[in-house]
């Protein structure tokens, strides 16, 4: 199929493939933080694909070439020496560094190239002889100078400025000069050996120092403004009066400087740090106030009201995200303060509108202060049929610490549904805001208030810090109301009463998800006794030697396990693997380190596992990687021994080296290499595997 299509299809088809976006190669960051150090996949691999692409991609697989090591230059000085047309495709080329004498043949073989990034933060060991000898045979028109701040000085550094400087004054098609300096760089001096070299240039037209703003005219800049044909001066805009008043006295420099409008990356909207003044009123208070929009046409004006109201349900629903307010999935704060907003401005179209949206409000409740909770609860004591359209409850972790009244009210608003004989609450999900470092902090008389309003039809409690006020023991058959419970996530510091007749092993049956960012030991003691047929998933990243109990109970239910590897390896000579065969997918906290994790002697054999996590304790400093204390967990695995299935060992503190010197000192290629043969990728915090470099 692909052999009948014409060039010129394949052609448009082909080109975001291979395309290098502009941004992508102007990037002057730190070479260590190039955006190609860690692409995650050849570009070469489309030319492998039949014939007809091969002959339609290569052209454009060379107008763009990034080199990053001495092994790709002398790739392509071989491609190049064998096929000289393929250097008449180059028009743009990256150079991050030396390369020696690959980089003569390269250049002197692409006499095409219009564009030329090239650096001048170099290490000691480069080699510039080739870029020396050959630069002078080209005649690019854009030129990227890219430099450290801290000024590299050494042989090659200086071979190479001297070059480009002897270039810049004679590169006769030369429009475009972008530099890398800032007004307080430390390479000042070679800023301005290099701005006196453009006012040289009898071509130039443009120089852009988009880098940063100023706060003086630095003397690189001033000499630019003797330029004769230069034009234009693009600069970031500056609020520094200092620098605005030293243009003022240069009229010549002024006339070129323009101030280029760029957006911030990552710029937050408004709606996510300034929440309107509707939604801090409480999600479920419409305002009596409200002003609603005309309606100059009607839709749908000529259907029945019944299909009319259906039709626009499902209008709202969308447009709410009703799908997302029922998923699983943990919202953010910034969901919840799309939802208020959305729904309110729904509210806001018309009367109509508003009687269709507002049984949204009262089924997912989103409480995110004190006065929508409180609103909230005298609304279901003026009309109490509302218990009935609850499905969800949505609460703000700083709405609920450390108010006690608040909690007095929650308590009373479940206890109400809890006595109604009609209009009986049924909520379905109870979920806290703002991550498991701000957990909605719920009081035990709260959580008991709860159970018996609602137990037995919430399949969820998400993000919830349920503690006791006293040290009183509490009876853990309040459990036993949770009949249809399947996620259980937060954080439960009770103290229970461990007597078996306060203790009904049948209780849970039917949680699967059991999510402790805490637990009191008497907490884990009394799930260890119950059955929890329907369990397989467990997640105690601070377990401190207390989930050994558990895991001998219920481990080999488990499919995914996340655990802190102190003490649960070896305690009692038992390890995580012995206790749970079944595991799909481990996720370990290293305490320390992984010494003993696995033991050359141990005879388990996990069948199912695919995946093992690595993730490192945040109470550990690991600015300093020690590599020797996880040597012994990376190359005592033995696939065919322990782990015939494992597909992936992902680590949060593995740093995939970018620079040629890195890579040559770091473990970690070392390591990816050696599960490679095993069939195992290891992979980073964001899932990026090792790619194998080329060689020389």
Sequence with gaps: MAEQLPDELLKEILSPLLDVSEEKFLDSSELAKSPFSLSPLSSSVVLEVCKSWLRVSTPLLYRVVVLRSNAQAKALERALKSNKSFGLFIKKLRVEGGYGGAMKTIIQASPNIAHLWITLALRSEGNVSGLCLSLSSINPSHVTLHDSRYEARNAQVFKLAETLRNCLEKWTKLTTVDLPYLSDHRAALRADSLAQSLVVSKSLKTVNALTRTYYSVPSWLRILGDSTTLESIHLLPTTFASFLSQLQQLPRLQSLVVFEEVSPRGSRSSMEFEPSNDSSLGPTLIPSNFTFSPMRVTPLLHVSQDLRDRVWDLVIQFAIGINALEDERLPTSGDSLT??????????????????????????????????????????????????????????????????????????????????????????????????????????????????????????????????????????????????????????????????????????????????????????????????????????????????????????????????????????????????????????????????????????????????????????????????????????????????????????????????????????????????????????????????????
């Design 339 to 696: 939802w208020n907003k959305t729904r309110f401005a729904l509210c806001r179209v018309s009367k109509y509108f508003k009687t269709l949206v507002e049984p949204y409000l009262y089924a997912y409740p989103i409480f995110r202060g004190m006065d929508s909770i409180r609103g909230f609860a005298a609304r279901l004591k003026e009309d109490p049929s509302l218990r009935t359209r609850l499905r969800a409850l949505y609460m703000s972790g700083y709405t609920f610490y450390p108010q006690d009244d608040i909690q007095d009210t929650l308590q009373q608003t479940f206890e109400d549904g809890a006595v109604a004989h009609q209009n009986k609450m049924a909520v379905v999900r109870v979920i806290g805001l703002g991550g498991a470092r701000y957990c909605t902090r719920i009081r035990w008389d709260v959580f008991e208030s709860m159970a018996s309003a609602s137990g037995p039809t919430i399949v969820s409690l998400r993000n919830l810090h349920i503690e006791s006020p006293t040290k009183k023991r509490q009876n853990p058959s309040v459990f036993s109301k949770f009949s249809a419970l399947r996620i259980l996530a937060g954080a439960v510091l009770v103290e229970f009463s461990e007597s078996p007749k306060n203790i009904n092993r049948d209780n849970l049956p039917n949680l699967e998800h059991l999510e402790l960012m805490a637990a009191s030991p008497s907490c884990l003691k009394v799930l260890s006794v119950m059955k929890l047929p329907m369990l397989h998933t467990m997640s105690l990243p601070s377990s401190k030697g207390k989930a050994l109990l558990f895991l001998e109970s219920h481990g080999s239910k488990l499919r995914v396990l996340d655990i802190e590897l102190e003490h649960e390896v070896k305690a009692e000579n038992l390890s995580v693997f012995d206790l749970c065969p079944n595991l799909v997918s481990l996720t370990m906290r290293v305490f320390k380190n992984t010494q003993g994790l696995l033991n050359p002697a141990s005879q388990f054999k996990q069948l199912k596992l695919t995946k093992i996590v690595l993730l490192k304790n945040p109470a550990i400093n690991y600015k300093r990687f020690d590599h020797k204390i996880h040597a012994s967990f990376f190359e005592a695995i033995d696939a065919k021994k322990n782990f015939p299935v494992l597909q992936e060992i992902q680590v949060d503190f593995c740093e995939w080296p970018t620079l040629e010197h890195e890579i040559k000192k770091s473990v970690w290629p070392r390591w990816a290499e050696h599960l490679a043969t095993h069939n195992i990728r290891l992979t980073d915090k964001d899932g990026r595997h090792w790619r194998p470099r080329l060689q020389s």
